[in-house]
């Protein structure tokens, strides 16, 4: 079945630098979703990326979709301590609506 | 637009007991989705349903689970003779789709079982 993997699992930075996440698939997707997840919530719907190369931008939160659309990436500039909480991708292939969550990464800030 | 609900928000039960779960969609939403998420793991996919249609289900589902969306509104989800691998917690999302295409879930937050 369809993997979805995530490096690195844990990443802890001190207020102001830069995080990236990164996200790979078994299989080539249809659509790449991305979602935060703060410690004791549930996970909150960030973007979905649909093209190949696509990329784009919400404040200090810049997203990727690979060329062959089976990698994406999440870099946040600056952090701050309200980005805390785990990071998970979310890909759909094969033409199914359903969508399989990739491992997270746990991002902590450093004051 | 009140979100997704889900209730309980928490259910203990002992092994061996049935529990039923219940999901209330964003009503204008037409696609429904149970995952579970046990500690520090991503959420797993356990059923889809496209308005009253169960459409897919996952092999982690034993058939000691049975998902419905009568009507296609709300949702239940039961787990019959509980056992201790069955704590999680299970989370129910809507989304809005035409064909392949989707617009992101909204999950609600969760009902948490724990089987003693």
């Known amino acids: 079945g369809q993997q979805v993997m995530q490096i690195p699992q844990y990443q802890h930075v001190q207020e102001g630098e830069d995080f990236t996440t990164y996200c790979n698939s078994s299989t080539t997707l249809s659509n790449i979703q991305w979602y935060k997840q703060r410690p004791g919530g549930h996970p909150v719907f960030l973007i979905q990326?649909?093209?190949?190369?696509e990329v784009k931008k919400q404040k200090r939160l810049t997203f990727q979709f690979g060329e062959a659309k089976k990698n994406s990436s999440l870099h946040i500039t600056a952090t701050q301590t309200t980005d805390v909480g785990t990071y998970f991708c979310?890909?759909?292939?094969?033409?199914?609506?359903?969508?399989?969550f990739g491992t997270g990464t746990k991002l902590q800030v450093i004051p | 637009d009140t979100g997704v609900s889900q209730d309980p928000r928490h259910k203990i039960t002992k092994r061996g007991q049935n529990v039923t779960f219940r999901c209330d969609p964003i009503?204008?939403?037409?696609?429904l989705y149970w995952y579970r998420q046990t500690l520090g793991q991503g959420p797993e996919f356990l059923t889809y349903f496209q308005n009253e249609a169960q459409l897919e289900k996952s092999r982690l589902l034993s058939d000691r689970f049975s998902a419905e969306r009568p009507k296609g509104s709300f949702s239940t989800l039961e787990i019959q003779r509980t056992e201790q691998g069955d704590s999680a917690m299970y989370l129910c999302?809507?989304?809005?789709?035409?064909?392949?295409?989707?617009?992101?879930?909204?999950f609600g937050s969760g009902t948490r079982l724990t089987v003693v």
């Open positions: 999302a809507s989304s809005r789709g035409t064909g392949s295409s989707d617009y992101g879930y909204t």
């Open positions: 979310a890909g759909a292939s094969g033409g199914y609506q359903k969508v399989t």
């Open positions: 009503s204008e939403h037409n696609r």
């Open positions: 990326l649909v093209k190949s190369g």
